[in-house]
């Protein structure tokens, strides 16, 4: 069955470390992003790409990088900069850019400093 | 002003009855609304699109008041299964081709047996 896989469910992270959070889809879709949600707030937008090998900032980028090297594959990196990365962190797909509709979303990773 | 505002609830419902929630939205040049299901500690799931002549999918029914600037989601003969938090989702329609997807911070249902 075709969908997006998030790995790992739980990441705990040191303080001053780089984590990468995987995201893969085998969807066949063309546009992938990342949104952080924090108790309390609505899912925000870090970074989405609409092609490959090309990727853009959204609300919150500051401390996080992104690749998209491969179709299938968008993996997020908190660096240390991100001052409050503990958060659930959800990656999702959809068809192409240019419509608000068709969004799949990957069951999650919820990181946590320590 | 948040972009999109919605009550936190939490709303505690008995099993059957019928519940309301709305959704407000402050850029008037919005294009697409949605309410999303989010169950605990899950991703949101899309629960249905919001048209402007209002729609029903089976118990749901969802409206949109432009004037107003804000959706609603209808859910009637409510079941244990409906508890969840109600994510209402607007694209602002200015940026990067209508699919940026705003989230509100949720609408707490729980159905009580």
């Known amino acids: 069955d075709g969908g997006i896989t998030q790995s790992p469910k739980y990441l705990f992270r040191k303080e001053g470390q780089n984590v990468t959070l995987s995201c893969e889809q085998n969807l066949n879709h063309d546009a992938m992003y990342w949104y952080r949600q924090d108790p309390g707030q609505g899912l925000r937008l870090i970074y989405y790409?609409?092609?490959?090998?090309?990727?853009q900032k959204g609300d919150i980028a500051e401390g996080y990088s992104v690749s998209r090297e491969k179709k299938e594959s968008f993996p997020l990196t908190v660096t240390s900069a991100q001052k409050n990365p503990t958060a659930f962190y959800l990656c999702?797909?959809?068809?192409?850019?240019?419509?608000?509709?068709?969004?799949?979303f990957g069951s999650g990773t919820r990181l946590t400093v320590v | 002003r948040k972009e999109v505002e919605q009550d936190p609830g939490p709303f505690n419902v008995p099993e059957g009855a019928t519940v309301a929630f709305n959704c407000t939205y402050s850029?008037?040049?919005?294009?697409?609304f949605f309410w999303y299901r989010q169950d605990c500690r899950k991703e949101p799931k899309l629960l249905m699109s919001v048209y402007s002549s209002g729609n029903e999918d089976g118990r749901f029914t969802a409206q949109l008041n432009r004037a107003s600037q804000y959706i609603s989601l209808l859910i009637r003969d409510s079941k244990l299964s409906d508890s969840a938090t109600y994510l209402c989702?607007?694209?602002?329609?200015?940026?990067?081709?209508?699919?940026?997807?705003?989230f509100g911070t949720g609408t707490r249902l729980t159905i009580i047996p």
């Open positions: 850029n008037s040049a919005s294009q697409s």
């Open positions: 999702a797909s959809k068809v192409r850019a240019g419509t608000p509709r068709g969004y799949t």
């Open positions: 790409s609409q092609i490959v090998n090309d990727f």
């Open positions: 989702v607007v694209t602002p329609g200015s940026n990067f081709g209508n699919e940026k997807l705003t």
